[in-house]
């Protein structure tokens, strides 16, 4: 089994062919391929979805294998002032392009974390360039991207990928880097990547190195505690055990060494799951303690104290509903 590269690099689609999902957006790609022409691009969604490698699978297609000739990316998290506006991209998007594609492309990925000022410049450069330079945009939150630049731009959204197609992008990896994989460790990928392929593939090379990829070593790579024992916590809790449930979570927290907010998020797929019978009342008075405990720990609130608070109001709600368990 070959370690010696990330396998979601390793396994990155190199065309629009190859890309999983999304296939109304790589209609649409396949479409500017043909045509040898394009507006500047806003790709907007969740993170592992496809846009980083949309981007790049379009300009392969585009120019062949020589594309870095004529292709710029760069990361506005880490380059996001005006600087690099005013310097890097318009050195690069002012020279003019001899290829049988009549303009270079520059990548600005995770765009949403880039100054205002910055945006502003790049809307003046996206103007200026537009016979030589096009633009692509990748973004994970569209209300952080200027209007400006909104208007001028063609918006593609990516949304989190169908399962049907995470689990069988995992099991041909299993195949072909020869990695045990049991079904149901492939599912528990999914369920705690929720949609975002570069996760569930970097998690999946993780528990491979463990030997057998099933749910107990998934749970292990990822530091987080099996759900059963989450949904104890719950139980004992509900059925009004307060001293008990607060034991196994101090046990939840020495064990696994989880933050409270880890602890908050197991609490909330359990309440979202269909293992616990409870009342649906109770059930929506329990996800409303649940943000408020979150948004506490974020603050910077005690994580013991307010797990432990919440464990409390578990308590006493679980006791004033009948058929609770």
């Not at 690069?92 to 990548?107: D, E, M, N, Q």
């Not at 001028?152 to 299993?174: H, N, Q, W």
């Amino acid at each position: 089994m070959s370690e010696e590269v990330l396998w979601a690099e390793k396994y990155r689609p190199r065309s629009l062919d190859e890309i999983v999902n999304q296939k109304d957006i790589v209609e649409r790609l396949k479409r500017f391929v043909k045509e040898k022409n394009m507006p500047h691009l806003l790709f907007a969604g969740p993170p592992g979805t496809g846009k980083t490698t949309a981007a790049l699978a379009l300009v392969h297609d585009l120019y062949g294998d020589e594309f870095r000739q004529y292709f710029l990316e760069l990361n506005a998290s880490d380059e996001r002032g005006i600087d690099v506006i005013r310097n890097k991209v318009k050195d690069f998007a002012r020279t003019l392009v001899k290829s049988s594609v009549p303009f270079k492309v520059i990548l600005l990925d995770e765009a949403d974390n880039m100054t205002t000022d910055a945006q502003q410049a790049l809307r003046r450069t996206m103007e200026l360039y537009t016979e030589s330079t096009r633009f692509i945009l990748a973004c994970n939150y569209l209300s952080k991207i200027i209007d400006p630049i909104q208007s001028r731009t063609a918006l593609f959204r990516y949304y989190p990928l169908k399962k049907e197609d995470v689990v069988s992008r995992l099991e041909y990896i299993c195949k072909q880097e020869k990695a045990e994989c049991e079904e149901k460790g492939i599912e528990t990928i999914y369920d705690v990547t929720s949609g975002d392929m570069r996760k569930a593939i970097n998690v999946l090379q993780a528990a491979s190195s463990y030997g057998k990829v099933d749910s107990e070593t998934v749970f292990k790579v990822l530091g987080l505690a099996q759900p059963r024992e989450v949904r104890e916590m719950v139980r004992l809790a509900l059925a009004g055990k307060f001293v008990d449930s607060r034991e196994k979570l101090r046990s939840l927290l020495v064990t696994y060494g989880l933050s409270g907010e880890d602890v908050v998020k197991q609490i909330h797929r359990e309440m979202l799951s269909n293992e616990l019978q409870i009342p649906e009342e109770l059930r929506v008075l329990i996800m409303d303690y649940l943000g408020e405990t979150e948004y506490r720990i974020i603050e910077g609130a005690d994580d013991e104290i307010q797990v432990s608070a919440l464990l409390a109001r578990m308590a006493v709600f679980g006791n004033k509903y009948i058929g609770v368990k």
